[in-house]
C-alpha cells in the first residue's frame, strides 16, 4: 500500500495546482488521474487567459480574480502563454448602453480597455467584419491547457509530488468519520490497490458529484456542455471577443497555427458528453458570421466540446449560472479529512489551488506559505542549449520544442546531437522530432500515442496526423516506445481519436482532407482491413 498525507483527484488544471502548491509546501501529496493528465476539460476549452472583461459588468469578483491571475500566470506559466492580447469589438446589432456599462465594469476593477477605431481594429484584424462599430484592446492571452497541466506536474516533482495517471478512485476509505485512504484501479491494466492518507482533495471538476458520492456525501454539480470548432489557421493573431452580454459563440482564440472559436451552453447528459453533433457546428458557425464574415470559406480541422463543472442547485441554470468557484469542507456532512473544489475557470485555478493548499494546511497544522505565484513552473532554457538546438531544429522550431520541454529540452539536444537518427522530425506542423518523441514516451505517464502527442503537440496541427500518425507510430514500434500494442493498434487507437473531432464537420474542404486521409491509411495501410491478407 502507498501512503501520502494528502490524495488530490483529479488530474486537471485543479488538481495539479494543488500537487504543486502542496508540493511546494512540504506535503507530501499523491495526484491520481483516471485517464492521462488534462483528460477533462482543461483541454477542452477555448484556451483563453481571460482578461476578465467577459465577466466585468456581471459578475466584478472574477473578473477582478481574472485579471489579477492573468498577470501572475503570464510570468509563472509563461511557457503555456502566449501574450496574443485582445480585442472587444461591438457590431451594429448589439447594445450600445452595454458598451458603456462594460467600459465602466472594466475600469472598476481595473481591466485596461483601451477604445480604438473600428478601422485601427480592421487594420490590427484585417479578417475582421467591416460592420465594426466599436473596439477595445485588453490583456487577454492564450493558454495552453495541456501544457499548463504538464509543466505544473513537472514543478511539483521537484519538490516530491507524484501523479498517477490511468489511476481511478474507486472508493473513499474512512474510519470513525475520519478519511484514512482511497481505493484505486488501474484502468488500463484491471490492477487494484490503495493509497493510505489522512486528507483528500476532490477536484474532479464535473465528476465532483460521483467522486463525493463514493464517500457518502453529496455535492450538486451540473456538468454544462460547450462545443468548439478548431479551424486549420490562424485568422486572428488577436482573441476576438464580441461585446455583448456572455452568449453563444462569442469568443475567437489563435493558438500556434490555429483558430479556435466557441462556445456554446447546454445541460450535459454525462461528464463525458463530449462528442461534437454536426447540427452544433452548424448554429455556432452561423452565431459566428457576424464577426468574421468569410467563416464558412475557411477550413474547420475539428470540433470538440468540454463539460463546465458548474456548481448551482438549478441544472438548468447554464450560463446563469455562478463561474466562481467552491470549497466544501466535507466535515459540514460529517466527514473529517475531505473537501471538494468546484467551479472556477482555467484561468483562476492557480488561485483556486492555493485557496485549497490553504484550507489542508490549516488542517494539517502545516505553516508553510503558498509561492506559486511568485516561482516560476520552469525555468528559461540556459543559452548555451538554445545555441546548440539551433544546429539541429528547424528554424522555428527551437523556442518552441524548449517552452515545451522544459528541463528536459537539454536531454532532448544532446540526443540529437549524439545521433543523427534522432534529429528526424515527426510532425512538420508542429515540429516534433524523434528525439523529442522519445523524451515524452518514457515519462512514467505516458503509456499511448495519444499520451504523447498531448505532451508534443504531435498530430494536432494543421495535417491533423494524416502525415504525421503513421511516422509516429512507425517511431514508437521501431523503438518500443509504448509496451503492449503492435504497430496497427497503436495507429487505431491515434486515427480513431482524431476521427471523434472530425466527423461532425465532414463537408466541403473537410471531407476531402478526410478522404485523403483514409486514401493514405485505408488504401496504403490497410487499416481498415479492405484488403483480404490471404490475397494481399
Ligand atoms: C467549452 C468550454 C470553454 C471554456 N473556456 C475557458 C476559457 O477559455 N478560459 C478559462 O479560463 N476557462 C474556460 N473554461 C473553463 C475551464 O476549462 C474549466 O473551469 C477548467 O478546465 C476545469 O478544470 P478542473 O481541473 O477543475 O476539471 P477537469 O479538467 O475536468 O479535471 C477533472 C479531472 O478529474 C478526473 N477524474 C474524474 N473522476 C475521477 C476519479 N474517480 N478518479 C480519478 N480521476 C478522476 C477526470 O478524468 C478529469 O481529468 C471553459 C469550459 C468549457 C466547457
Known amino acids: 500500500m502507498r501512503q501520502a498525507t494528502v490524495v488530490v483527484i483529479g488530474g486537471g488544471a485543479t488538481g495539479v495546482g494543488i500537487l504543486r502548491d502542496l508540493s ?32 466585468a459588468v456581471k459578475d466584478a469578483e472574477s473578473a477582478q480574480e481574472c485579471i489579477e491571475e492573468n498577470m501572475i500566470l503570464r510570468k509563472v506559466a509563461r511557457h503555456a502563454v502566449e501574450e496574443t492580447e485582445g480585442l472587444f469589438v461591438r457590431l451594429p446589432e448589439d447594445d450600445e448602453a452595454f458598451e458603456a456599462a462594460w ?3 472594466c475600469a472598476q476593477v481595473n481591466i485596461p480597455a ?19 462599430v466599436a473596439a477595445y484592446r485588453v490583456p487577454d492571452s492564450a493558454i495552453d491547457g495541456f501544457r499548463l497541466v504538464w509543466q505544473n506536474v513537472i514543478s511539483a516533482r521537484k519538490y516530491g509530488g507524484e501523479a498517477l495517471t490511468y489511476t481511478e478512485v474507486t472508493a473513499i476509505e474512512h474510519v470513525n468519520n475520519q478519511v484514512v485512504g482511497v481505493k484505486v484501479r488501474n484502468t488500463l491494466t484491471g490492477q487494484t490497490g490503495s493509497i493510505a492518507c489522512d486528507y483528500i482533495v476532490n477536484a474532479t471538476g464535473s465528476w465532483v458529484g460521483q467522486v463525493a458520492h463514493l464517500a457518502g456525501v453529496d455535492v450538486h454539480v451540473s456538468p454544462d456542455r460547450g462545443v468548439l470548432i478548431a479551424f486549420n489557421h490562424r485568422f486572428t493573431s488577436r482573441i476576438v471577443n464580441r ?15 490555429i483558430t479556435i472559436f466557441g462556445t456554446t451552453s447546454s445541460p450535459a447528459t454525462r461528464p463525458d458528453d463530449t462528442i461534437p453533433r454536426a447540427a452544433e457546428v452548424a448554429t455556432l458557425l452561423k452565431i459566428g458570421q457576424p464577426l468574421f464574415e468569410d467563416i464558412y470559406h475557411y477550413r474547420i480541422l475539428r470540433t470538440f466540446a468540454g463539460t463546465r463543472p458548474l456548481y ?8 446563469a449560472a455562478s463561474r466562481n468557484f467552491t470549497i466544501i469542507d466535507h466535515e459540514q456532512d460529517g466527514l473529517k479529512g475531505m473537501a471538494t473544489i468546484v467551479g472556477g475557470k482555467l484561468t483562476t485555478y492557480r488561485l483556486m489551488a492555493e485557496k485549497m493548499a490553504d484550507k489542508v494546511c490549516e488542517h494539517l497544522g502545516v505553516m508553510a506559505e503558498c509561492r506559486t505565484a511568485a516561482e516560476p513552473m520552469i525555468a528559461d532554457a540556459a543559452a548555451a542549449d538554445i545555441e546548440a538546438a539551433r544546429r539541429f531544429f528547424p528554424a522555428y522550431g527551437v523556442d518552441r520544442a524548449a517552452s515545451r520541454l522544459g528541463p528536459k529540452f537539454p536531454e532532448v539536444v544532446k540526443a540529437m546531437e549524439t545521433d543523427p537518427a534522432k534529429r528526424q522530425l515527426l510532425c512538420e506542423c508542429e515540429m516534433v522530432t524523434l528525439a523529442e518523441v522519445e523524451a515524452m514516451a518514457a515519462d512514467d505517464t505516458s503509456y499511448s500515442l495519444e499520451d504523447v502527442r498531448r505532451k508534443t503537440r504531435m498530430g494536432m496541427g494543421t495535417c491533423q496526423g494524416a502525415f504525421c500518425g503513421f ?11 509504448i509496451t503492449g500494442k503492435d504497430a496497427p493498434r497503436l495507429i487505431e487507437d491515434f486515427l480513431e481519436a482524431r476521427w471523434n473531432g472530425i466527423r461532425p464537420v465532414l463537408w466541403g474542404n473537410q471531407l476531402r482532407e478526410a478522404e485523403l486521409m483514409r486514401g493514405i491509411y485505408a488504401a496504403a495501410l490497410n487499416i481498415d482491413g479492405a484488403v483480404d491478407h490471404e490475397n494481399k
Open 312 to 319: 448551482s442547485a438549478d441544472p438548468a441554470a447554464g450560463r
Open 471 to 481: 511516422r509516429g507510430v512507425g517511431a514508437a514500434a521501431a523503438n518500443e516506445l
Open 103 to 105: 467600459v465602466t465594469a
Open 114 to 132: 483601451i477604445p480604438i477605431t473600428p478601422a485601427e481594429a480592421r487594420r490590427l484584424e484585417p479578417q475582421l467584419s467591416g460592420r465594426a
Open 24 to 55: 511546494m509546501r512540504g506535503v507530501k501529496t499523491i495526484l491520481v488521474e483516471q485517464k492521462d493528465l488534462a483528460y477533462g476539460t482543461s483541454s477542452r476549452f477555448h484556451g483563453l487567459l481571460h482578461s476578465g472583461g467577459r465577466y
Open 243 to 257: 461585446l455583448r452580454p456572455p452568449s453563444d459563440g462569442d469568443i475567437f482564440v489563435p493558438h500556434g497555427s
